[in-house]
């Protein structure tokens, strides 16, 4: 068998040549029994040792079977009923035991065929007589030997055919065989990390067995482990099946001369134990592959597909598969489950997390399953830098192991060097898998220019561009080179993009400008300063702030992009060039120049073939003057340019899909001419504080399907009066202001649910659009007697947002529309939960992370519960049915929660408001985190407070002072006390000796009760998910 040849474990197949050693009386059974015993182990694959073929003639014959006795994992001994009157045959029953006596580890199965037990074990019968007759020929102490071994074979657990029949009989002894032999088929690497759980969901597809999917796919980025998930789950299943077979390297081997009929015959051979014609072509093979597995249950691996036509040629009998037939393909292409239009289950593997993956590489490096303290930062570098991959940790491991300290702080500086590029020469076969040239254009553009990027607008810049395949983005994610992460945004495993980059670099490894594609900012400065940019380049990135500060005094000029004419794509950061733009390249596509310094857009910057234009945070006070045509432009991005007060003429803009003016604080007007934008499909004016009114011309925007009004406070009842008239709009995001304005705009702050109104007025709502699909309206103010209006109006409706609004009951069910769509209730504000009425199928809360809940310590709290009831619905409650909410602020997260008692993982800190802490040198746990625990009252809730007096906390660490103001404060009510819980992550871990210093600062009216630091480490497991607290 042509798989078991290649793969057969080394230590099993090196060590033991046989399987079995089959041991029987020639004359009693040769013939009938014993041959057809044989027959059944080989056709099992199993392989037997016995003495009639397997000597050659002139041997010596007891050396030769003492030789194969030690060579085999297990001896069957088959007892007839004259099996005594041999003395060859008693002889290897005694070789066998004393082998055993000396090797507990070798298996014995003893059989009685026409014998009974009893018999054997008491040489009486056939076998006394036997002994009798021996013993006038054979000394008593090997008369002795024999009876000794053969009362030791009895003891054992043994099969006996009594008067069953002998077919039935023989299989039970192959599977009794396959059991003691615990065979792995094919080899896989000695440390296996991570993959249980996986090979677990896929052994449980396998004994499902459903009639209606029969093929897996496995699939996941080059170097994660998929042949090995496939092998093991191979070796714990492969007896279940006839027959089964592992094509490995289908699509190398596919490559060569006749490559898919040799595939195509090892698969032959396999399922045929060898015994099938000569094939002479592909279409020859498919007949016969049909008709060796349309009797056979059967397993068949194929190993790292990367074509279609290569199942099709190879496995055309897919359609025609025995019923228990399973097939299993390996691949980094992640369509390939649409196979012959057959259902296909899908498994996609993924990375190792952190923990696994330092426990893969310490076996690798240390040869054992933790490195020592010495190694340990070391270490985690580089599991860092290997991101989860399997290969990569076990190439470096290799190549690191038995190095000296000071070895590993060099070769750590220069990872990549490690392996010998071996890495990347098996990630760029993905790479090169590509068929189409401009599908690897843009994985290059990808891995040097776009990560981090939102896919839609590089699917904007791909769907306009000729030097792009339209389908390229898909085809990419397909083939596991890129990924969508959770926000929206491309993200690629960092080697593959380090692949990518050194693609790029052997372009040119000398000359940075003559490069393709320039993304490191020191190379970017240089080939500004020193002009040497070439006609090479198509994207350039430079970030000044990335810059060595002592060149910054140096003066740059837009001539130095002269030369650069085939530039298509810029991504430039807080950068200043002095002189003119009639030179700048005309060709680009993507301009992106954060913090430009312009107060507009310079007349003679030639920008008509653009597509994105993104000016976030820039000085313009006026983007252009008068009507300026970008004819092909369909993402405009003015973000944060606060000195802009009002907005361009749209008039040369027709082909604007995407507008983007968020956080524009002086944004007060918007012209009139966006009306004409037919392609507009995305408006975001999010935070727009100054805005008033929008045009009544944007009722004209037939494709718009996404608006968002979100904090713009002063629109108040101004948004359209003809909104309803947008019959194609589906999502409309209408949030409350933002928090600063809080307490400006609001009469007092009632506890911690503040809001002002947006759509103060029922007539606001009921002006929707009736094809609503997603709606968002938190903080608005809106009462019980208002929810009849909202959801009758909208038929369409699936998504509602209508948190931090102050309604507490849900209408009864005769006041609602034919609204069929499943609601998100994690955005209901302060609707009692306690009483769902069932109008609604509740889905499980997004965004809800358990780890923050987690590092917060909640989970420690008794008047706290997690649940999850059968509607799939989750919640967080404290014992007063108060529904615990997160507020992120600048990435640190607050709880404010009320408690009728101090919560007993407090119960160590004090009244003080200032804590100083040093973390122990004895500490093992690197800090990455960690909570602020406030217990305050408030003498005076109802009263009004101003900025001035704001609730303010004060950290001290690694010589940095921080200061952190939160945009919403808890005010509890009279006679109850108030947890404030806030989550800090640090940007560098605090380690052993680190000293932390907390203040928090509340307004007069407020007192503590009870203050403490909670440190958070990233080595807490689920059971110790509090990390280590100290209260002071």
Known sequence: MAAVNNEESSSSMCEFPYHVFLSFRGEDTRKNFTDHLYTALKGAGIHVFRDDDAIERGADIECEVEKAIRHSKMSLIVFSSDFASSSWCLDEVAMIMEHKKHHSGHNVLPVFYDVDPSEVQKQTGDLAEAFSGDGKRFKDEKIEGWRSALCKVTNLAGMVLHKRPEAGFIQDIVKKVREMLKRTILHVPSYLVGVDAQVKDINNWIQDRPEDVNIAVIHGIAGVGKTTIAKNVCNLNFEQFDCWSFLKDVRKTSKQYNGLVQLQMQLLSDLSKGGFQKINNVDEGIIQIRYATRFKKVLIVLDDVDDVDQLKSILEVGKWLYKGSKIIITTRHGRLQSFHDQPCKEFRIMPLDDSESLQLFSWHAFRQSQPSEDYLQDSKNIVRYCGGLPLALEVIGVSLSGRSGDSWKRAIKEPEALDGGKIHEILRVSYHSLQDDRDKNLFLDIACFFIGEDITFVERIVESCDFYRNVGIQELIDKNLISIDKDNKLAMHQLLREMGCEIVRQESPENHGERSRIWRHGDSFKILRKKTGSRSVKSFILDWEQVNIASKCLDLNTDAFASMSNLKLIHLNNLRLKGGYENFPKGLVWLCWHHAPWDHIPVDFYLEDLIVLDLCNSSLRHVWHGIRCFPGLKILNLS?????????????????????????????????????????????????????????????????????????????????????????????????????????????????????????????????????????????????????????????????????????????????????????????????????????????????????????????????????????????????????????????????????????????????????????????????????????????????????????????????????????????????????????????????????????????????????????????????????????
């Open 640 to 1032: 944060r340019c606060h000195g802009l007060g009002r907005t361009p003429d749209f008039s040369g803009l027709l082909c604007l899909e995407i507008l983007i003016l968020e956080e524009c604080t002086n944004l007060a007007e918007v012209h009139k001419s966006i009306g004409n934008l037919q392609n507009l499909s995305f408006s975001s004016f999010k935070d727009c504080i100054n805005l008033k009114r929008l045009p009544d011309e944007m009722c004209q925007l037939t494709s718009l399907r996404t608006l968002i009004l979100s904090g713009c406070s002063k629109l108040d009842s101004e948004i359209p009066n003809q909104l309803e008239k947008m019959k194609f709009l589906r999502v409309i995001r209408a949030d409350g202001p933002l928090m600063s304005q809080l307490q400006k705009c609001a009469p007092r702050m009632w506890s911690w649910l503040m809001r002002n109104s947006t759509l103060s007025t029922k007539r606001s709502i009921d002006c929707l659009p009736s094809s609503l699909v997603n709606l968002s309206l938190a903080n608005c103010n809106i009462r019980d007697d208002m929810m009849p209006n909202i959801l009758s109006s909208l038929p369409c409706l699936e998504h509602l947002d209508l948190g931090g609004n102050p309604f507490q009951h849900l209408p009864e069910r005769s006041n609602f529309g034919p609204l069929m769509g499943p609601l998100d209730n994690y955005m209901f504000g302060r609707l009692d939960l306690d009483k769902p009425q069932g109008l609604f199928k509740l889905e499980q809360l997004l965004n809800f992370d358990m780890e923050m809940i987690y590092n917060f310590g909640l989970q420690k709290s008794e008047s706290t519960r997690i649940t999850q009831d059968n509607t799939n619905f989750v919640a967080m409650t404290t014992q007063g049915k108060t529904t615990i909410q997160v507020f992120q602020d600048g990435g640190i997260s607050n709880i404010y929660l009320r408690v009728h008692e101090i919560p007993d993982w407090l119960c160590h800190a004090t009244g003080a408001r200032h804590a100083c802490y040093c973390v122990p040198s004895s500490s093992s746990f690197d800090i990455c985190g960690f909570n602020i625990c406030v217990v305050y009252t408030c003498s005076d809730p109802r009263g009004n407070f101003e900025s001035s007096s704001s609730a303010k906390i004060r950290i001290e660490a690694k010589g940095q002072i921080l200061e952190y103001t939160p945009e919403i404060f808890g005010v509890p009510e009279a006679n109850e006390d108030m947890l404030w819980l806030s989550h800090w992550k640090l940007s560098c871990k605090l380690e052993a000796d680190d000293s932390v210093a907390c203040s928090v600062i509340l307004p007069s009216c407020f007192q503590v009760k009870k203050f403490g630091i909670h440190l958070v480490s990233p080595h807490q497991n689920s059971s110790d998910k509090e990390g280590q607290t100290f209260f002071v």
